[in-house]
């Protein structure tokens, strides 16, 4: 009997499990990890959400390296809190703990105003912070949240950042998502929310700003910028934290998690690379619908359109100014 157990269930069971497990490393190994880890004492980064998923990731490589990270972050506390875990892992580089809240205009004025007074010479802006909620929720100014944070606050932080942005010749990087190709850009509901439609298992509004994203790093590489644009993969972090997800889904999901998802630090990777290496080139570069995936250039499939990046520029534009005007 104890043969036969052997022979039909142990044998099978590791046979799928090394399977498993060889697939995984096989993936590992596709998606790729930086390999020129040159010091980087004399660079300054700013990361917005530095604190956690894939800004706490990024923000430790960065800073094992000897960088300094200016860690824009809603909650101070939490911020700290990252500090901490990083310093057991290495004593190299200086991270600095601002308050940012992309959300709301007034914080991400503030902000500005402390990096143009005191950290001016930074060298790169990585655009990372993200959200992905369910349901309509609305930022200060009263946009939808995705379209809020996600899009307009990065672009209201870069415009106010814009003068020391190009006597610096900073690189920006903006975190983007393979989801943009499954977007559209809403003219008419701009800013606002709109229902999914029955059966749409897809958050429409989280894609959209994916979109929006890629179309803000175009327009700044065709203003002349070093604007990067990149997708970090389907990574488990706490990205998702928003949505509330019960007990049960953690055990559920957890072994497709493991087989089918990057982790942080894998996820990162990508940040890291166009935060740190050359990667743009003449034909391959945002403008012409690159965007950085699995350490290298791919080709979206979105048939990019000069009349969209101007119009949704344009418009941002101008919801950035109405609602600052509000407030006089």
């Not at 809240?101 to 005191?118: H, M, N």
């Not at 970090?232 to 999901?253: E, M, Q, S």
């Not at 995936?293 to 109405?322: H, P, Y």
Request: glycine fraction near 6%; aromatic fraction near 12%; hydrophobic fraction near 40%.
């Amino acid at each position: 009997m104890s043969d036969d157990l052997l022979y039909y269930v142990f044998i099978p069971v590791s046979a799928a499990v090394a399977s498993i497990w060889i697939i995984r490393k096989i993936r590992e190994f596709q998606w790729g990890w930086v390999k020129d880890k040159y010091p980087l004492n004399d660079r300054i980064y700013i990361i917005t959400g530095a604190n956690t998923g894939l800004g706490f990731e990024t923000t430790k490589a960065l800073v094992c390296r000897g960088g300094t990270v200016i860690m824009a972050c809603r909650s101070l506390e939490r911020a700290n809190e990252a500090i901490s875990k990083i310093r057991q892992v290495t004593g190299e580089g200086t991270m600095i703990p601002l308050c940012l809240d992309l959300g709301s205009f007034d914080s991400i004025e503030k902000f500005a105003d402390k990096i143009k007074d005191e950290y001016s010479n930074f060298n790169c802006l990585i655009e990372n912070a993200g959200l992905a909620v369910n349901g309509d929720e609305k930022t200060t100014e009263g946009f939808e949240v995705h379209f809020g944070v996600n899009h307009l606050g990065h672009f209201f932080l870069t415009d106010l950042l814009k003068d020391v942005i190009k006597s610096n010749n900073s690189r920006i990087v903006v975190v983007s998502s393979r989801m943009h190709e499954r977007a559209k850009i809403d003219f008419d509901n701009l800013g606002k929310y709109v229902a999914p439609k029955p059966g749409d298992r897809m958050n429409h509004m989280y894609n959209n700003s994916k979109l929006m994203n890629f179309y803000f790093a175009r327009q700044l590489y065709k203003q002349g910028y070093d604007a990067h644009v990149l997708c970090p993969g389907l990574c488990h972090t706490d990205f998702f934290r928003h949505y509330n997800p019960k007990w049960y889904h953690y055990v559920l999901f957890s072994p497709i998690a493991w087989w089918y998802l990057r982790s942080g630090e894998q996820g990162a990777q990508n940040i890291i690379y166009a935060a740190t290496d050359n990667i743009n080139t003449t034909t391959k570069n945002p403008a012409n619908g690159y965007i950085i995936k699995d350490m290298k250039q791919a080709k979206s499939r979105v048939t990019f359109s000069d009349e969209i990046g101007d119009r949704l520029w344009n418009e941002s534009m101008k919801l950035c100014r109405l609602a600052r005007t509000l407030k006089k």
